[in-house]
């Protein structure tokens, strides 16, 4: 698999657009904006979810921090996450979670964190 660099920075902008964004773009807005302006977008993919009483969406993302700073903004992504109040559109963040973290210190800091994200549709 490639990954071509300006398709995810088409992903970026198009998550940081605001106006008339789908779910999956807010979300991804608002874990950039956790990561301080700081993170690199790696990967997102979004499969469907359901129970018997909810429905939903489960993301995965992957987001990257290179550098000093950076990596301290990942570090406080990490803090934070558990208990940020999402605010998106029709949806309700069931469940945030870290469940895994790459950390490199040579040949210069970096950090790769992945995100599971749960989102509820609210009926």
Do not use: C, Y
């Not at 807005?29 to 018997?52: F, I, K, N, T």
């Not at 069931?94 to 790769?112: F, I, N, Y």
């Amino acid at each position: 698999m490639q990954f071509d660099p300006n398709q995810g920075q088409a992903m970026l902008v198009a998550a940081r657009h605001r106006t008339r964004r789908t779910p999956w773009m807010q979300l991804l807005s608002a874990l950039l904006d956790l990561g301080q302006g700081q993170a690199e977008l790696l990967r997102h993919a979004e499969r469907s979810w359901a129970s018997v009483t909810f429905s939903g969406t489960r993301h995965s993302v992957v987001l990257a921090f290179n550098g000093e700073e950076s990596v301290a903004a990942g570090e406080a992504l990490i803090d934070i996450l558990p208990d940020h109040e999402f605010t998106i559109a029709g949806q309700l963040v069931a469940d945030a979670a870290v469940v895994r973290v790459d950390h490199t210190a040579l040949p210069k800091p970096r950090l790769e964190v992945e995100l599971e994200v749960l989102m509820l549709d609210e009926v």
